[in-house]
């Protein structure tokens, strides 16, 4: 079985993606519903990026990172750091477990057609993770609201939707910052 390692620049590489996404956390760059409070933003997108790059263990040290970053600079917001890991490790998983099963390299994502079915599946996964959540966790945190409320208040389809919407802007730009501007040079272009 295959270790799951990181070498030195890679460990500096995901630091910064981390930094990144915590840094776009704080300014808040994205669009919040104002009905229902979630936001469409881009703190995943360094956490896609990472998995571009290096495989499932970065973009894994890059999510968790980001997530701790965000819970201890701004600590009102570890609700939404701690749904943002939640929801987004599907996605990289399912891209990762598409390649593995296809026995591809990371470079295999090169073309943005090899990216439909495993974030179709990733999405689904993502979906049935995050509607309880929301509903039975986030939802009664943040709001007060008993599930049952919260049901009545905002129908599930609202919440898949921005969680759709959420997972194609995560990979989409992911993949546009890593393989229209090259970035994937310095990838390992392993099957991480």
């Known amino acids: 079985m295959k270790k799951f390692t990181l070498n030195s620049r890679e460990v500096a590489i995901a630091a910064a993606l981390a930094a990144l996404s915590a840094t776009v956390q704080l300014i808040h760059i994205g669009y919040q519903s104002p009905q229902w409070g979630m936001w469409i933003d881009v703190v995943a997108v360094s956490w896609i990026i990472a998995y571009f790059l290096f495989g499932i263990s970065s973009s894994l040290l890059v999510s968790l990172v980001g997530a701790v970053i965000i819970t201890l600079f701004a600590p009102d917001t570890?609700?939404?750091?701690?749904?943002?890991?939640?929801?987004?490790?599907?996605?990289?998983?399912?891209?990762f477990l598409w390649t593995m099963w296809r026995k591809k390299q990371l470079s295999h994502w090169a073309k943005p057609l090899h990216i439909v079915i495993p974030l179709m599946v990733g999405i689904v996964a993502r979906c049935l993770i995050v509607l309880p959540l929301n509903y039975y966790y986030a939802i009664p945190i943040w709001t007060g609201m008993s599930p049952s409320q919260a049901m009545m208040?905002?129908?599930?389809?609202?919440?898949?939707?921005?969680?759709?919407?959420?997972?194609?802007?995560?990979?989409?730009?992911?993949?546009?910052?890593?393989y229209r501007f090259k970035l994937n040079r310095f990838s390992r272009g392993q099957t991480e």
């Open 78 to 95: 570890w609700l939404g750091a701690s749904m943002k890991f939640v929801a987004t490790v599907p996605i990289a998983l399912s891209l």
């Open 153 to 178: 208040a905002i129908p599930w389809f609202i919440i898949v939707a921005f969680n759709v919407v959420q997972s194609i802007v995560d990979v989409g730009l992911a993949w546009v910052i890593v």
